[in-house]
């Protein structure tokens, strides 16, 4: 089983990297949206001082920058070549299937900022917060190291019942299955008798195999989407991004859908986060500055997903140089992120999404 332990063996070959003839470098990452907030950092720390430019100039921060593109150059890694990194967070298991298919990616061509210009290109970098054989894209198989954990909530919209506070396995496969229930069913108040909907993320999401394997839902979901000139909920054939979910819940009529923290905390400031069967993944109110995440460290809340960071084993010298020193600045992220953990405070291991969780110790 392969660990951030990785990082300590293949961080030499970066010296190799960086004789390379090629008077430039360049690197396209793929996969997990939830992942953005902490790659975004981490990339910017691998450059430091020799970041030249950056598109969008203020990163990943709306709904809309679901890509960004740099250059400048990393010494320690490619000496003095330019070196220009590209990321599209276009999913978990999108990535996965991008590095398996080389599928191309829609990439933004320029890192200045400001030019909505793209290319498209093949990813060499994957996140993702499932593990390969959850997909439907197994093969050939990838080279897969595992950084941390993210919990995912569920998340309930501003207009839903004040006293819906949890959401059961039982109550969530019976939303899934029926697309909305009423409200009394989720409160156990009388009173609430609107009807609550469901909200899905799309397919490419490992939120959505996260969240279905966790509650062992094996049907075909009904959801539904929020229809903003209408003023009504309407079936949902494909499902929705996690910043159209994130901006959905501030808006909609009564809802339920799911989010990782970094989305979570902008409906309502995290405090529309439901506890899960009667348990939630952080303890005190929720934060975009830290949140003691004991919940799942100690194994009581485990919907979650492990964070992964997918190659092909025949990725070239640089971009597994580049990954390794991306792994590294990554650890150093989440010794403090607010949203995910790393995995070496993490007391608890699974092998498979929603199998059981074991004390690693």
Known sequence: MKTFNLVLRSLAGAVLAA??????????????????????RAIRSIYGANLTSQNPADGPTTSGQLKVTWTGTIPALYGNQTVTIRSFYNGANAGIQDLTQ???????SSPNAGDTNTVNLPSDVAYSSVFQRSTAFTTPTLEDVRFGVTPVFF???????????????????????????????LTGNTNDTALVYYVSRDPSAGQRTIVQKENGFTGSPIFYN??????KFVIDPTGRSSTQIRDLLN??????????????????????????????????PYSKVANDHT?????????????????????????KAFRDRLLAAIDVDLQTSAFSIPLSKVHVERTSEGGPVSPTE
């Open 19 to 40: 004789t390379s003839v090629s008077a430039q470098v360049e690197i396209n990452i793929s996969g997990a949206v939830a992942f953005r907030d902490t790659s975004y």
């Open 102 to 108: 080389n599928r191309n990616v829609n990439f933004l």
């Open 155 to 185: 998340v309930k919209s501003s207009s839903a019942p004040a006293g819906l506070t949890n959401i059961t396995v039982q109550q969530f496969r019976t939303l899934a299955a029926n697309g909305a229930v009423p409200g009394w069913f």
């Open 226 to 231: 929020w229809d903003t000139a209408g003023s």
């Open 251 to 284: 808006v909609s009529g009564p809802a339920i859908s799911y989010l990782t923290g970094v989305d979570a905390i902008n409906v309502n400031g995290g405090a529309n986060i439901l506890a899960f069967n009667g348990n939630r993944a952080f303890v005190g």
């Open 295 to 319: 919940p799942v460290i100690q194994g009581q809340y485990s919907q979650w997903g492990y964070e992964h960071l997918f190659t092909r084993t025949t990725a070239s010298p640089n971009v």
